[in-house]
């Protein structure tokens, strides 16, 4: 499978949080949370081609999701960024439409298109992030328009072949 621009945003948004304390496993979880914000906003939220088509959802697979009860959420900030989260286990888990963006799910949704390739993509994510100050990281649009939009194609064209060789 290719490495598209959802993984892109969900890996390099990972990589954000995690430069802005979020521990990896939080950071994960934001890093899904905010592609599925950006392809919700993209494709209309609530729609049948943004919940089957980009997330990936049938709606087999949602009667088996972990959902939350209204009014278990917080209200998280990260720079100027704004979602919903629970605590679970200690650990920060993102929230969008009652759904939790679990690592399992991370898992799913964006490591496994790597294959066996995805801590190398991941290292580079973190160094590509690590370029940049505070101030852009903190920033919904300047991390957007900065550091995603410009390399988004680049990116998953370069992790899709990297994904499709053989090797460690």
Same mark, same amino acid.
């Given at each position: ?9 969900? *890996? ?11 521990? /990896?496993?939080? @950071? ?5 949370? =905010? ?11 609530? !729609? ?13 697979? !949602?009667? !088996?999701?972990?959902?939350? !009860? &209204? ?9 100027? /960024?704004? @979602? #919903? ?8 888990? $993102?929230?969008?439409?009652?759904? *939790?963006?679990?690592? /399992?799910? $991370? ?5 496994? =298109? ?17 370029? #940049? ?11 957007? /328009?900065?550091? #995603?939009? &410009?390399?988004?194609?680049?990116? @998953? ?12």
């Amino acid at each position: 499978m290719a490495v598209g621009r959802f993984q892109v945003m969900a *890996v390099l948004q990972a990589a954000r949080a995690y430069k802005l304390g979020l521990d /990896e496993e939080e @950071a994960k979880s934001f890093g899904l949370n =905010r592609a599925i914000f950006y392809a919700a906003a993209k494709y209309g939220f609530g !729609k049948k081609r943004y919940t089957s088509h980009t997330y990936g959802k049938s709606n087999k697979s !949602k009667s !088996k999701s972990k959902k939350i !009860k &209204p009014n278990k959420y917080s209200i998280y900030q990260l720079g100027d /960024e704004t @979602a #919903y989260m629970v605590m679970r286990n200690g650990r920060k888990q $993102f929230t969008m439409g009652n759904q *939790v963006q679990t690592l /399992e799910k $991370f898992n799913s949704q964006i490591r496994s =298109r790597f294959g066996n390739k995805f801590e190398k993509a991941w290292q580079e994510a973190l160094l590509i992030v690590s370029k #940049y100050d505070k101030g852009v990281l903190l920033s919904q649009r300047y991390f957007y /328009e900065t550091i #995603y939009k &410009p390399r988004r194609d680049d990116l @998953a064209k370069k992790w899709t072949e990297m994904a499709k060789t053989k090797g460690g």
